[in-house]
């Protein structure tokens, strides 16, 4: 059976956007929601710091790639350094909401500091996985509309372009990965980034979970009454975790590659919303 790759024909284009960094936004400003407003922060307060090393992780590895796959991760690189960028200014918004991020982001450059000390190629397989978190973040807010219904224009559009280019670029990380890894068998090479997906699922929940809740303390809302905020939110309603379960699971088979699902046609109906909202 051959292996899967990416469409020949995909292309990954960077897109221009620049939210305006002076908006005027509600404190909680996803639909009214401190528990939704608190976990899309936080996870804002984890990109700039994590997309750098992602860069960082696959670029140590693109020199032995084929010149394709080069080229998408001289594109993925750019799509990236763009989201580090608009992330740095969504979250001086929400210092200027009146939140305090030192502590979150503090928390935040610890744990990616842990991931720093791993060797290079476990940096690649964290990379892997992560991003096949955000791809699946990025499926969902795209094809549920009402993740975003009432959030204000400027930060709707900012996510919507960001879940874009994630679906987008979903494979590169992997692409290189697997061509790095190319030498091992086909059972180290599951075992390999299914270990790497157990441990960045740990990482990465926790993480966005302990800095949603400092956030959310601020709110006066702390203890059991935070949890289960949280809790309702990401598994019951809407139920953001729930959502993205199934392409979350499939990373798990034998033989999966990101391009399994084929999602460009949610990435051009999206582009075109955008392009009429801009």
């Known amino acids: 059976m051959p292996v899967q790759t990416s469409p020949a024909d995909l292309t990954i284009t960077a897109r221009p956007l620049h939210m305006d960094r002076d908006a005027q936004t509600p404190r909680w400003w996803l639909n009214g929601d401190p528990y939704g407003t608190a976990v899309m922060n936080a996870l804002s307060l984890t990109f700039p710091d994590g997309e750098r090393f992602f860069i960082q992780a696959v670029r140590r590895f693109e020199g032995d790639c084929p010149p394709a796959l080069r080229a998408q991760v001289r594109a993925f690189v750019q799509q990236e350094g763009a989201h580090t960028r608009e992330h740095i200014a969504f979250n001086a918004l ?20 842990l991931a720093r000390s791993r060797p290079a190629i476990a940096q690649l397989a964290a990379t892997v996985a992560l991003e096949h978190f955000t791809a699946a ?6 094809s549920r509309p009402e993740l975003l219904k009432d959030a204000p224009p400027e930060l709707a559009r900012l996510w919507r372009w960001h879940s874009i280019e994630e679906i987008e670029h979903k494979a590169v990380a992997y692409d290189v990965f697997m061509h790095a890894i190319s030498g091992l068998s086909p059972l180290k090479r599951w075992a390999f980034r299914r270990r790497a997906m157990i441990l960045s699922t740990l990482l990465f ?11 959310l303390k601020q709110d006066g809302i702390t203890g059991l009454r935070a949890r289960w905020g949280l809790f309702r939110w990401l598994w019951l309603k809407p139920g953001l975790y729930r959502m993205i379960l199934g392409d979350y699971l499939t990373f798990y088979r034998p033989g999966f590659h990101p391009w399994q699902t084929d999602d460009r046609a949610l990435i051009a109906e999206a582009e075109a919303g955008l392009a009429m909202a801009a």
């Open 94 to 113: 929400t210092e200027r909401s009146g939140y305090d991020v030192t502590e979150a982001m503090a928390f935040v450059e610890a744990r990616i500091g």
């Open 205 to 215: 929940t926790k993480t966005v979970r302990v800095t949603a809740r400092m956030l």
């Open 137 to 142: 973040f990025a499926h969902a807010l795209l």
